[in-house]
């Protein structure tokens, strides 16, 4: 048997220009995230420590139609793909209200990847979405609209890990009952010639409660690389009954609350396939089924 007990702590911090118009082409703030790791194995203490999982530095802007943003991990001991976490320019000066965002960036590929870590339900993002994803890539991204209910981003890139070029695509489509009623439907596409991924989506909120899910599949160029697949649920509940996960253009958002002692929510998660299970100590290219319960304590924005 193996438990796994994180321990979240964030700590967003925002300095930003006291001028107006430095304000708009010149921001600085920073995120530190530390984790207090216990797990036992098989009834045996195996971890019991505490780390700074991120400790980002990030400078962004805009003016006009251009945006920027440069966004560094202290952590890093040098000044290369590890300390740089993203550096990229966007242009949004498209009559179609579309977007071209061009540098390092995050990949748009499955829900669970695409919120931002600020915006997850769990410490870890779960074993099979992390294993079944491209982080980061060098390239350009477009990302429009159909109407106002279906997103898409199409993006080539060049990485080294995969022998030069990649083609990733994701469209989703949102249905609003009312803001905290919503349903979600998507999936994505990544060929790369040597790992090619394909997935579906399926997100809905009413009010307090929240669901997710993805299946994902894999095909390697590689012979001796078996092909992969896996699938995931996540549910989760606020105990006010009022707070509700924020969901916009086919991704969550941070969830914020002015309650003065803020919000509990309770979580879980099943999951099962091939994935990434270092985070429970059991393997980074597994096949295992594993579950998640957690409790989160939003604290009020007004502390942040």
């Given amino acids: 048997?193996?438990?796994?007990?994180?321990?979240?702590?964030?700590?967003?911090?925002?300095?930003?220009?006291?001028?107006?118009?430095?304000?708009?082409?010149?921001?600085?703030?920073?995120?530190?995230?530390?984790?207090?790791?216990?797990?036992?194995?098989?009834?045996?203490?195996?971890?019991?420590?505490?780390?700074?999982?991120?400790?980002?530095?990030?400078?962004?802007?805009?003016?006009?139609?251009?945006?920027?943003?440069?966004?560094?991990?202290?952590?890093?001991?040098?000044?290369?793909?590890?300390?740089?976490?993203?550096?990229?320019?966007?242009?949004?000066?498209?009559?179609?209200?579309?977007?071209?965002?061009?540098?390092?960036?995050?990949?748009?590929?499955?829900?669970?990847?695409?919120?931002?870590?600020?915006?997850?339900?769990?410490?870890?993002r779960g074993g099979v979405a992390n294993y079944h994803k491209y982080g980061r890539m060098e390239g350009v991204t477009y990302q429009a609209k159909l109407g106002d209910k279906i997103n898409y981003w199409?993006?080539?890139?060049?990485?080294?890990?995969?022998?030069?070029?990649?083609?990733?695509?994701?469209?989703?489509?949102?249905?609003?009952?009312?803001?905290?009623?919503?349903?979600?439907?998507?999936?994505?596409?990544?060929?790369?010639?040597?790992?090619?991924?394909?997935?579906?989506?399926f997100a809905y909120g009413y009010s307090a409660l929240h669901l997710q899910s993805e299946y994902f599949v894999a095909s390697y160029e590689d012979d001796t690389q078996t092909d992969t697949n896996g699938w995931y649920v996540e549910a989760g509940y606020f105990l006010d009954g009022q707070t509700s996960r924020p969901y916009r253009e086919g991704k969550f958002r941070r969830v914020k609350t002015n309650a003065a002692f803020g919000v509990l929510q309770v979580t879980m998660r099943a999951e099962q396939g091939d994935g990434n299970f270092n985070h429970v100590n059991i393997g980074k290219s597994v096949d295992a089924s594993v579950y998640t319960l957690g409790l989160n304590w939003y604290i009020p924005s007004s502390v942040l």
């Avoid at 995120?31 to 195996?46: A, E, F």
């Avoid at 991990?73 to 977007?99: C, H, K, M, P």
């Fill in 1 to 124: 048997m193996n438990l796994s007990i994180n321990v979240f702590l964030l700590v967003c911090f925002t300095l930003c220009s006291s001028h107006s118009f430095a304000a708009d082409w010149f921001n600085v703030k920073g995120r530190v995230q530390i984790d207090h790791d216990s797990t036992q194995l098989n009834g045996k203490k195996v971890i019991n420590e505490t780390n700074y999982r991120r400790v980002w530095l990030s400078v962004y802007g805009d003016k006009n139609d251009w945006g920027y943003l440069a966004r560094f991990d202290l952590r890093a001991e040098t000044f290369d793909a590890d300390g740089i976490v993203d550096l990229v320019a966007t242009y949004s000066g498209f009559d179609n209200g579309s977007q071209l965002i061009l540098g390092r960036q995050k990949t748009h590929f499955g829900l669970n990847w695409a919120s931002g870590n600020t915006s997850l339900s769990f410490t870890e």
């Fill in 154 to 201: 199409l993006g080539f890139y060049d990485k080294n890990d995969f022998k030069g070029n990649a083609a990733i695509g994701r469209i989703t489509y949102s249905y609003f009952v009312e803001p905290s009623h919503y349903y979600h439907l998507g999936s994505g596409l990544g060929l790369t010639g040597e790992k090619d991924l394909a997935n579906i989506e």
